[in-house]
């Protein structure tokens, strides 16, 4: 039978429950705000990228004054730069952690570092 609960256990329910509440809102807004930062943080490391890599290719053709096949290659080069990269420093970590040399997909050989790089060179100021 259906009897009158005691207001001492209602209200700790009801504390709990607000208590809860609470949590799982600050806990939400905290997922959002971080998620905000890492979306900032991205778009700006990307639009510095962009800005240091227009700024060498500008340099670039203001020096060299390549014609348009000359400007399609060093475009394709700039856009898989990155994955130079990635490449490399995969290769020097994989090399670094397990002591694994991984194979060449191609005959010519990379170099061994990023540092090694003549673009990574530039970006870095040396």
Avoid at 9 to 34: D, E, P, W
Avoid at 36 to 63: E, H, M, N, P, Y
Avoid at 78 to 97: A, C, D, G, N, Y
């Amino acid at each position: 039978m259906l009897t009158n609960p005691e207001p001492q256990n209602v209200m700790v329910k009801y504390t709990q429950a607000i208590t809860t509440t609470i949590f799982i809102g600050v806990s939400i807004l905290r997922f959002l705000f971080l998620s905000a930062l890492l979306v900032l943080a991205i778009v700006l490391w990307l639009w510095s990228i962009s800005f240091q890599t227009g700024r060498l290719f500008g340099q670039w053709c203001l020096d060299q004054k390549p014609d348009a096949a000359q400007i399609a290659y060093k475009l394709g080069e700039i856009t898989l730069f990155p994955l130079l990269l990635l490449t490399v420093w995969s290769r020097q970590k994989v090399k670094e952690f397990w002591n694994i040399e991984l194979p060449l997909l191609s005959e010519s050989t990379p170099p061994q570092k990023c540092s090694e790089l003549s673009m990574f060179k530039k970006l870095a100021g040396n």
